[in-house]
């Protein structure tokens, strides 16, 4: 813990001699208030110095060279915060305060009809593009919007599954995928047999078989249409996925739940959209999704 340095008596500058005593100097029968001051760094344990000045009374930082940096990152923090407060109040103003009887609904329960499992991607907010309201849809995010087999074991993603398909009881389950997507572009440039810790590589792997079955169809294609490809076809692999939870599949053989998939291109902003078709795909083995209304939004 840095520790203050006591301040002993000194004379200030423009005390003609008149000592300071901790901060406040006595003149002509009054006391001056002063200020204290604290170096410190931002990116060191050294120690915090006290010193008093015949300043306005105010508690400032006085930095020098890289120290400079973290004031500057302090205060560029505070904007950012000061735009969500700003952001925060317009909605409490303009949507909460408005609706109020519906978000005090909400605060007793909920009962969204979709499950979305959607990229962490700053650029993809599913609520944005298609226009969730507050208690419409159950969200889980994730590097890639992937889905975990059953026998993958317990992840986030299928722990929200898991609450949404049986407890909330949604009636679809939709994932989402995206153009230009950093996790897709990472699963089909890493090598099969590349030994790594990172924990990108071994989430992404989820994916492998939609990287197989994307260079078997387009290997004459570039990577990155390559890759395009691949964001489409992981979201199929992830449907497929999906049936390997037996509570699910159970679900969607007797028609309580669909499973869509969905693709945001953000570059030309358009969107598609599709249905998994269960009899076909059981017809198909399970190792090829066949799908149904497939819609073109643009």
């Not at 760094?41 to 010193?51: C, E, I, M, P």
């Not at 109020?100 to 009962?111: F, I, N, S, T, V």
């Not at 945001?264 to 358009?270: E, I, R, S």
Request: glycine residues 8%; hydrophobic residues 35%; positive net charge.
């Amino acid at each position: 813990m840095a520790a203050l340095q006591p301040t002993s008596l000194s004379k200030h500058p423009l005390s003609s001699g008149t000592p300071t005593i901790f901060g406040s100097k006595v003149q002509s029968g009054d006391f001056r208030p002063t200020q204290f001051r604290f170096w410190t760094s931002f990116r060191s344990n050294t120690g915090v110095k006290l010193k008093a000045s015949a300043e306005p009374p105010a508690l400032t930082w006085e930095l020098k060279g890289d120290e400079q940096n973290g004031i500057m990152e302090m205060e560029s923090g505070c904007d950012l915060f000061g735009k969500l407060k700003n952001g925060f109040l317009s909605f409490k103003s303009h949507k909460y305060m408005e609706n109020l009887e519906r978000y005090q609904a909400l605060a007793k329960g909920q009962a969204p009809k979709f499950m979305v499992i959607a990229c962490a991607d700053s650029r993809v907010c599913p609520s944005t593009i298609l226009g969730f309201e507050p208690g419409e849809a159950f969200m889980v995010r994730n590097v890639a919007n992937m889905v975990p087999t059953y026998e993958s074991g317990p992840s986030e993603t299928n722990a929200a599954l898991e609450f949404a398909v049986n407890s909330l009881e949604v009636e679809n389950v939709f994932i989402i995928g995206h153009s230009c997507c950093g996790g897709i572009r990472a699963l089909m440039s890493m090598q099969d047999k590349a030994e790594s810790s990172s924990f990108i590589r071994s989430w992404v792997t989820v994916g492998k078989n939609a990287k197989l079955s994307t260079k078997a169809a387009a290997s004459n294609l570039s990577f990155d249409q390559q890759c395009t490809h691949c964001e489409k076809e992981s979201i199929n692999n992830s449907l497929l996925n999906l049936l390997t939870y037996p509570w699910i599949e159970e679900k969607v053989k007797k028609g309580m739940l669909s499973l869509h998939g969905g693709y945001y291109d953000f570059v030309n902003c358009t969107f598609e959209k599709w249905t998994l078709d269960y009899k076909g795909s059981i017809m198909n083995g399970k190792t090829r999704v066949v799908v149904k209304d497939r819609l073109f939004w643009c």
